[in-house]
């Protein structure tokens, strides 16, 4: 009798953990009902970014932020078809694209609150900067606008890509700015046009703090 005892409530604890857990890792939106923020985050490929190389990205910004950002339950990531860059995107001297025109384009695909859109090209492009109209970059956000556009084109070893994709996604959705500790091991460090992304390796602690969601 006492083992039936034992036993019963062995099992009772384990489909309550079960269930609770079964709760937390539900992906779509309704089903999330952990109280933490939850986003979904819509990835847009540009020109000759393949479908497949966009999705590898979303699989690695969604490892990024299960590993450096706690509390955020990403509840989808979605590819979606791609589309031209086109010649009005362009500078005036047609020879790199603008990152704000960009950004302003694709803000009409947000359709959710939480709705977070990462624009990605192996194209140039460019924003004013450093007393310089037309300074090229690697990405473009507008801080807590959830809304960046990332370039492949100035990242020599692509390996280290994912880290520039969570830097703007740091700006765009956290709502964080440059590392105030101008770490440079730290993902929000600000490159000042050297990126050294193989030096980045952690979110730094004031930067993890500083998370708005
Ligand atoms: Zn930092
Ligand atoms: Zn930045």
Redesign the pocket.
């Known amino acids: 009798m006492f083992y039936i005892i034992v036993f019963t409530f062995l099992l009772g604890s384990l489909a309550w953990s079960c269930t609770s857990n079964a709760k937390r890792i539900k992906k779509s939106d309704a089903d999330v009902e952990c109280t933490c923020p939850h986003c979904r985050i819509l990835i847009q490929p540009y020109g000759d970014f393949s479908n497949e190389r966009a999705k590898a990205v979303a699989d690695g910004l969604e490892k990024s932020l299960a590993k450096y950002v706690k509390d955020l339950a990403v509840t989808e990531v979605k590819v979606l078809p791609g589309k031209p860059l086109t010649e009005d995107l362009m500078n005036d001297a047609k020879t790199r694209y603008r990152a704000s025109k960009i950004l302003d384009k694709q803000a009409g695909l947000k359709s959710q609150k939480n709705d977070a859109i990462i624009g990605l090209t192996d194209k140039d492009i460019s924003t004013s900067a450093h007393g310089y109209d037309d300074w090229g970059i690697l990405g473009l956000s507008y801080m807590g606008h959830s809304n960046c556009v990332i370039s492949t084109f100035r990242v020599k070893d692509k390996s280290q890509f994912w880290k520039v994709v969570l830097h703007e996604f740091g700006h765009a959705y956290l709502g964080l700015d440059h590392?105030?500790?101008n770490?440079p091991q730290?993902f929000?460090?600000d490159c000042n046009g050297k990126p050294d992304l193989a030096r980045e390796r952690y979110?730094?602690d004031?930067?993890s703090n500083s998370i708005r969601l």
Do not use: I
Request: with cysteine; proline share 9%; hydrophobic share 25%.
């Open positions: 590392c105030p500790n770490d730290c929000m460090v979110l730094c004031t930067c």
